[in-house]
């Protein structure tokens, strides 16, 4: 069962067409990663969901429902933390999760109950600071337990790492992962590396074109480009990196950016490049100690998808 789906789904401004006949499908249950560069048109397509743009045509639905038409069946069950998210800077953390849950007309018993939950979900359990003086990824924290205090079956994520330090990106991406399997998550980036460790789905979107959409190890699989091999000896890497260069099926051989005196090697012919390394070795009286395929990155796939349309 799909919890998202759009079809044709175009949105113009003047004359710019930031979303142009979209067709996006959200499984129910994954952690669904909505990727492309700043200006592809990602934030325009969360504001089209959510009720807060709509469409010039085409047609978009959340849990079956139209989001034009049936707007009121799907607010309550969905949670949202925008790129830039607003608190209230004189309220702390629990504070604030009370007031977001008491605007959905929460029990305040079930309030009561949930805050305590979220708050430690999102590290800030007995923090009795104003959201003021919260650093930048600890608001991002509280604003993901915001957007769960309804308990949503979707949840939506636009940009909710790019201005973050490397240390608060790790916790907002845990706090994230630990919901696989509670809800539906629909995390919006255009940082790479951020969706390939969380999600399981993934979408590229590019100038308002969807360009293509599946699982990650589909995507890799796919749209990987050329088949990488890092290769390393025990001495004499630079005479191989020269022979190897010379070899009709080599595209491209540099030294590999994380395990020192090895080369990663780009081909043409993974089948001429695994009968000809070997002999290579041998012919220059060096020592083989790695031999292996490199698997391709989220970053290989978006390069191979998008950098050719730029």
Known sequence: MNVVETRDLTKVYGDVR????????VPEGS?????????AGKTTMLRVLLGLARQTS??????????????????????????????????TGAEFLHFAGSLFGIPEATIAQRVDGLLDMAGLAGNPHPVGGYSRGMKQRLGIAQALVNAPDLLVLDEPTSALDPLGRA???SM???LRGRTTVLFSSHLLGDVERI???VAVLDR?????????EDLRRAHGGATTFRLAVTDGVDRLAAAVAAEPWCVRCTPAVRDDGALDVVVGDLAGARMR??????????????????????????????????
């Open 58 to 91: 085409g047609s978009a639905t959340i849990f079956g429902h139209d989001t034009v038409r049936d707007g009121e069946h799907i607010r309550s069950r969905v949670g949202f933390l925008p790129d830039v998210p607003g608190f209230y800077p004189w309220m």
């Open 208 to 216: 308002g074109h969807l360009v293509v959409q599946g699982s990650v």
């Open 31 to 39: 952690v669904f990663g909505f990727l492309g560069p700043n200006g």
């Open 171 to 173: 916790e907002v991406l």
């Open 176 to 178: 994230i992962s630990s």
């Open 18 to 25: 930031a979303l142009d006949g979209v067709a996006l499908e």
């Open 199 to 201: 999600c399981d789905r």
């Open 277 to 310: 390394v070997p002999v290579l070795v041998a012919g220059l009286g060096l020592g083989l100690r790695r031999f292996d395929e490199v698997e391709a990155s989220l970053e290989d796939v978006f390069v191979d998808l998008v950098g050719g349309r730029r």
